[in-house]
């Protein structure tokens, strides 16, 4: 697979480059990333805060390859913190170069999966003590996981293959039913509008939650809105 650089192309630089340094300046990390593998269009599509000299040394020595926070976390559902990471060789000849261009080796990566085998793994950085790291990675790990569904969405949408495949068929009912949850109202609410037990709301939403390869309600309406299928609330 060919690296794309979403900083290389112009159309996508600012958006992307503006949404990496609000998360790492939001969330008080050092640096963010995003690695998006989308087997359909045969590309992994990179981008990073990290400064050119690393990206260059990175791609130079092809530690795309070896990377253990990129393949073990793309065969994850829930984050991963590199501390549980295995200290083995691939792991050390990455960060033996990344400590001499002052990076830590302190990290966590965020997998979201789609619903065509694709993958995206955001992930951020922080220097500082372990116990520092654990209560930081305690207080913003929900939204941090929302930021990663977010780009990793529109990064897939932006490819012309991606925009066929990565547009799920949802129903007029599904639709309906999602918008009414997007304005705040309860599956309860739901089935007293459209004259429906709330029990038959539940089944529509489970099916959306499979057609858009969401965990939860909440992801399903995200990756509505974000797709223009629904509007927010």
């Not at 393949?71 to 991963?80: K, L, N, T």
Request: aromatic share 8%; proline share 3%; hydrophobic share 40%.
């Amino acid at each position: 697979m060919d690296i794309v650089d979403l900083g290389t192309l112009p159309k996508t630089e600012a958006v992307y480059s503006a949404f990496l340094l609000q998360v790492r300046e939001k969330f008080e990390m050092d640096h963010a990333a995003y690695a998006g593998i989308n087997p359909a269009a045969g590309a992994i599509h990179g981008y990073v805060t990290y400064a050119d000299d690393w990206k260059q040394h990175y791609q130079q020595q092809g530690f795309h390859m070896i990377d253990p926070t990129l393949h073990m976390s793309r065969r994850s559902i829930a984050p991963v913190d590199w501390s549980r990471l295995e200290r083995n060789k691939e792991f050390k000849r990455v960060f033996c170069d990344a400590h001499d261009f002052g990076l830590c080796d302190q990290g966590l990566t965020i997998p979201v999966r789609g619903p065509y085998g694709d993958v995206g793994l955001l992930s951020v950085t922080r220097d500082c003590s372990s116990e520092e790291w654990r209560k930081l990675v305690s207080h913003v790990i929900s939204d941090l996981q929302s930021m990663a569904v977010h780009i990793h969405d529109t990064v897939m949408s932006s490819d012309q293959l991606g925009q066929i495949l990565y547009h799920p068929a949802l129903s007029a009912r599904e639709l309906e039913i999602l918008q009414w949850v997007a304005a705040g109202k309860s599956q309860q609410d739901i089935g007293d509008i459209l004259l429906i037990s709330h029990r038959t709301v539940e089944v529509h939403l489970r099916s959306s939650r499979e057609k858009l390869c969401a965990l939860t309600t909440a992801q399903a309406v995200g990756r509505a809105i974000g797709r223009g299928l629904i509007y927010p609330g």
